[in-house]
Nanobody, 127 residues
């Protein structure tokens, strides 16, 4: 089992930027796809972005395409989410997750495909 800890959340004005980090401990994450999801108050947890185990392929939800970038450093066992041009509707708790199956390409957007989750980090964007 891998343990995940997200950092980097905070409060920012619309148009600003934040960079979230997800540090893994325990087993390696170099052989699994990783993802970022978010959950706003009163809403279900939703897909934001995923990255394949190799880091070659990235997938994004339509609302964040062109603004968010997911990346990974397997040596540091860390996954990042660079968020630019933030909007109030990006306000949510952001969660990092590790795929429960090895060597997938990261195309899954289903939360049940991810077996390890962090505790989340709050992102608040004010208008």
């Amino acid at each position: 089992q891998v343990q995940l800890v997200e950092t980097g959340g905070g409060s920012v004005q619309a148009g600003g930027s934040l960079r979230l980090s997800c540090a893994a401990s325990g087993r390696t994450i170099s052989d699994v796809a990783m993802g970022w999801f978010r959950q706003a108050p009163g809403k279900e947890r939703e897909f934001v972005a995923t990255i394949s185990w190799t880091g070659v392929r990235q997938f994004y939800a339509d609302p964040v395409k062109g603004r968010f970038t997911i990346s990974r450093d397997n040596i540091k066992k860390t996954v990042y989410l660079q968020m630019n041009a933030l909007k109030p509707e990006d306000t949510a708790v952001y969660y990092c997750a590790a795929d429960r199956t090895l060597f997938r390409d990261g195309s899954s957007r289903v939360t049940s495909d991810f077996g390890s989750w962090g505790q989340g980090t709050q992102v608040t964007v004010s208008s």
